[in-house]
């Protein structure tokens, strides 16, 4: 039996495999309609979520299956003290597979040590969130048509955002990636991404605070959300939370194919006349991310995509 718990859980030839049957589901919906029937998904969201647990719930309904769970710690057990252990053994009675989404860093990794079916870490605090890296991964491939020989710009709250995390770990892993991290510099990536991953593998990134300098370099610009509710002090957030704001101005400077991608909820930080540009791709993300999560969940049920029709 398989999870996912981080972006590393599955091989680059696996990550390939998962888009290219990701793709298949995108081409061919009405083959999967069925391949779930009888099998349910529990969604176990401790933190709010609106993407992530409708896009599971969205991709186990389309593969004809069903979903059960809770969008609120404060709605399941977790208010009377129940161990997130304790959980996860119980719901491996009512459910074949689950994806969970807990404040805590290493929740979901504890859930899995408890459970005795396939558990998804739907993001672990502000540690990763895998299943947004297989979406943004599958959107530049399908957009960009490859995942080796780029640079990719990460902007805004390097240090809270586990999107970014989760996506540095995963793209180390093809050639020729680069990086140019743009945060504020409270908000840089944490020693442990910077040392123990870029460092370690030698890949060339630079750490900048302008935006409008990285703009002409970069072949993906991945925005992100500062983080609110992982500051210690609200007046911290308040000083922080516009740092970056991407509008049109700035997208002049930017290569004509160059992509913007953003794991929502927008805030600030992409100004809606943006939304219109071409490149503009963090809606088409979005679907993206219910195409590659129906890849997942036939993957760590072991069904086989060949034997459907
Ligand atoms: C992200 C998350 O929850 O980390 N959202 C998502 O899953 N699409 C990003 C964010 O909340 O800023």
Redesign the pocket.
């Known amino acids: 039996m398989r999870h996912l718990i981080s972006p590393l859980d599955f091989s680059v030839a696996e990550l390939d495999a998962l888009m290219n049957l990701a793709e298949d589901i995108e081409q061919n919906k009405k083959k999967y309609a069925h391949a779930c029937d009888g099998k349910k998904l529990a969604t176990l969201f401790y933190e709010p979520?609106t993407?992530?647990r409708l896009s599971f719930e969205s991709a186990m309904l389309s593969l004809g299956g069903d979903v059960l769970g809770f969008s609120s710690a404060a709605s399941s057990s977790a208010s009377k003290g129940e161990s997130v252990a304790d959980t996860l053994r119980m719901i491996s009675c009512y459910a074949d597979i689950c994806a969970i989404r807990h404040p805590k860093e290493g929740a979901a990794l504890v859930g899995a040590q408890a459970a005795s079916i396939p558990v998804i870490n739907a993001?672990d605090g502000g540690h990763q969130?895998p299943t947004?890296t297989l979406t943004d991964l599958m959107t530049i491939r399908s957009l960009k048509g490859r995942l080796s020989d780029m640079t990719v710009g990460l902007c805004g709250d390097l240090k809270f955002?586990?999107?970014v995390h989760s996506l540095i770990n995963a793209l180390v892993r093809y050639p020729g990636i680069r990086f140019v991290l743009i945060s504020p510099a409270e908000l840089r990536v944490p020693d442990y991404i910077r040392e123990g991953v870029l460092e370690k593998n030698s890949i060339p990134y630079q750490e900048v605070t302008n935006l409008d300098e990285a703009m002409p370099l970069l072949d993906i610009l991945y925005m992100?959300?500062v983080?609110r509710e992982r500051f210690f002090s609200e007046d911290e957030y308040l000083r922080m939370k516009d740092c970056y704001i991407l509008d049109a101005a700035k997208m002049a400077l930017a290569r004509q194919d160059m992509l913007v991608l953003h794991?929502?909820?927008r805030v600030n930080e992409i100004a809606v006349e943006v939304d219109s540009d071409p490149r503009a791709a963090y809606f088409r993300q979005v679907q993206y991310g219910v195409y590659v999560r129906m890849a997942l969940i036939l993957t760590l049920l072991e069904v086989d995509a060949a034997a459907l029709s």
Do not use: I
Request: proline fraction near 13%; hydrophobic fraction near 5%; charge should be positive.
């Open positions: 979520s993407r992530t993001g969130h947004q955002g586990r999107t992100t959300r983080q794991p929502l909820p």
